[in-house]
T-cell receptor, first 112, second 114 residues
Framework: GESVGLHLPTLSVQEGDNSIINCAYS??????FIWYKQESGKGPQFIID?????DKRQGQRVTVLLNKTVKHLSLQIAATQPGDSAVYFC???????????FGQGTELSVKP | GAVVSQHPSRVICKSGTSVKIECRSL??????MFWYRQFPKQSLMLMAT?????????EQGVEKDKFLINHASLTLSTLTVTSAHPEDSSFYIC??????????FGSGTQLSVL
């Protein structure tokens, strides 16, 4: 289904700590998932993606985990920095039409 | 990387006027572009899928006569908010499908209707 109009949950972490941001996706037929970072007043910025035939993918300081059994995604950010403060969205692409549907989002705040 | 340019970045208009927002893929051709709307502290909600050379596909609940979409070329899609009202005030974001299925986003347009 579409993302709902709820206000964003927030996550506050100390600089240098690891952050884990969770997301539940809606469609078991989705086969491609993406994490985006959005800073205030800007468009989403691609962070990392994962296909449904994988359960883990690592990038630079970031790791995405996919659990298809419970339709759950997580984004792990290692050694979180103040520049990581932003809103993070997971997104899924349905098989049909290639539409990218965004999840609820989480606002990450990094304390120096 | 691929670049999507969105213009204007901010627009203020009077109630009842129409506003056009442009979305351009600068270094790749995009047969499909998407338009999203975002209210403060909320997620992006897909409004419509814009297909080059054909009519746009609107999501349920989005008025096609209110939000006119034109995808006249492989690098340009426009969204026109017709007869804008204060409730149309929002952040509008476009995206274009590039290589490897990756979607590239514009920087967004903040529309304020007085």
């Amino acid at each position: 289904g579409e993302s709902v109009g709820l206000h964003l949950p927030t996550l506050s972490v100390q600089e240098g700590d690891n952050s884990i941001i969770n997301c539940a996706y809606s469609n078991s037929a989705s086969d491609y998932f993406i994490w985006y970072k959005q800073e205030s007043g800007k468009g989403p910025q691609f962070i990392i993606d994962i296909r449904s035939n994988m359960d883990k993918r690592q990038g630079q300081r970031v790791t995405v985990l996919l659990n298809k059994t419970v339709k759950h995604l997580s984004l792990q950010i290692a050694a979180t920095q103040p520049g990581d403060s932003a809103v993070y969205f997971c997104a899924e692409i349905y098989n049909q039409g290639g539409k990218l549907i965004f999840g609820q989002g989480t606002e990450l705040s990094v304390k120096p | 990387g691929a670049v999507v340019s969105q213009h204007p970045s901010r627009v203020i208009c009077k109630s009842g006027t129409s506003v056009k927002i442009e979305c351009r893929s600068l270094d790749f051709q995009a047969t499909t572009m998407f338009w999203y709307r975002q209210f403060p502290k909320q997620s992006l909600m897909l409004m419509a899928t814009s297909n080059e050379g054909s009519k746009a596909t609107y999501e349920q609940g989005v008025e096609k006569d209110k939000f006119l979409i034109n995808h006249a070329s492989l690098t340009l899609s426009t969204l026109t908010v017709t007869s804008a009202h204060p409730e149309d005030s929002s952040f509008y974001i476009c995206s274009a499908s590039g290589y490897n299925e990756k979607l590239f986003f514009g920087s967004g347009t903040q529309l304020s209707v007085l």
